[in-house]
């Protein structure tokens, strides 16, 4: 079975600052990798995914996330934080060839941002 | 081109009652899946249909069932609601066959149990 962990309940950053948001993951198979973004009374938004292709992956809003298998990590990063960044954040993994249980998603982490 | 609709937005209902939500996929897509989302116990997986056939189950009791008709609209259903189904029931479609997860969700279905 797959897991995911998601170090931080909490981040706050200031406005430009370095956004770094933590996720670890556990799987006996190479996995599909994804984070996803959500807004206050909204649903989820795809970030972006690692789907074994690079592993650096490039995403929409100026965010980055880099596939490290040895460290079982896909931290996600962005360079200079807007105000509009101020969200939930989810990593969530899938098996290869999918798996019964659907996309498993870590606890979130919620992102804020400081004027 | 629409996205997924989800229909109602909010609801309230009282213990014991019975649920049904809806979900619309975006046009094409014949993949849909159902979470619950809660502070306590955050995403969870309910189920997947393609194609009408239900092709995973996550770990909910039977009260949580759902189906899926010949134009991938999808419903949930939750029978003898407790208080603890209080949660936000999001939907998404999918397009590939494959499915490698690339899931396009809805803005939800908040449900309160009084």
């Known amino acids: 079975a797959q897991s995911v962990t998601q170090l931080g309940s909490h981040v706050s950053v200031s406005e430009g600052a370095l956004v770094l948001l933590r996720c670890n993951y556990s799987s006996s198979v190479p996995p599909y990798l994804f984070w996803y973004v959500q807004y206050p009374n909204q649903g989820l938004q795809l970030l972006l995914k690692y789907t074994s292709a690079a592993t650096l992956v490039k995403g929409i809003n100026g965010f980055e996330a880099e596939f490290k298998k040895s460290e079982t990590s896909f931290h996600l990063t962005k360079p200079s934080a807007h105000m509009s960044d101020a969200a939930e954040y989810f990593c969530a993994v899938r098996l290869l060839g999918g798996g019964a249980d659907g996309l498993t998603f870590g606890k979130g982490t919620h992102l804020i941002i400081q004027p | 081109k629409a996205g997924v609709t989800q229909t109602p937005r909010y609801l309230i209902k009282t213990r014991g009652q019975q649920v049904t939500l809806s979900c619309s996929p975006i046009?094409?897509?014949?993949?849909v899946s159902w979470y619950q989302q809660t502070p306590g116990q955050g995403l969870q997986f309910l189920f997947e249909?393609?194609?009408?056939?239900?092709?995973n189950k996550g770990n909910f009791p039977g009260r949580f069932s759902g189906r899926q008709f010949s134009n991938s609209r999808s419903e949930m259903n939750v029978s003898t609601l407790e208080l603890g189904d209080s949660a936000l029931y999001l939907c998404a479609s999918s397009g590939t066959v494959a499915n490698t997860g690339e899931l396009f969700f809805g803005e939800g279905s908040r449900l309160t149990v009084l």
């Open positions: 249909y393609f194609s009408e056939t239900q092709r």
């Open positions: 046009s094409g897509h014949r993949s």
